[in-house]
Nanobody, 125 residues
């Protein structure tokens, strides 16, 4: 069973920081492709950052470059998103997405097979 479970969302003031976590504890193997996506009310889902552990490749979408950091634990089964310098426009439900079967970097939501239920991040001005 591949079920990502997110945690770490909450409410912060602009300029603050949060760290999100995503654990896939029931899956016995490392997961090569993991990523974060988000969706704000009335908006389409958009990418935040993805990682491919096969090469260590990381991709950040433009809106978060220089502010967010994505990384995995050594077992490659827990994903983190360190979010600094948060802005009100970062307010959204953040989703963890994983694909155990990929063989290269993935950046499209369509390439990820399993999704968490999401965690709310609210940034006030």
């Amino acid at each position: 069973q591949v079920q990502p479970v997110e945690s770490g969302g909450g409410s912060v003031r602009a300029g603050g920081s949060l760290r999100l976590s995503c654990a896939v504890s029931e899956y016995p193997y490392s997961i090569p492709c993991m990523g974060w996506f988000r969706q704000a009310p009335g908006n389409e889902r958009e990418g935040v950052a993805t990682i491919y552990s096969g090469t260590g490749s990381i991709y950040y979408f433009d809106s978060v470059k220089g502010r967010f950091t994505i990384y995995q634990d050594s077992a490659k089964k827990t994903l983190y998103l360190q979010m600094n310098s948060l802005k009100p426009e970062d307010t959204a439900v953040y989703y963890c997405a994983v694909s155990p079967f990929c063989v290269s970097q993935r950046t499209s939501a369509d390439d990820f097979s399993f999704w968490g239920q999401g965690t709310q991040v609210t940034v006030s001005s």
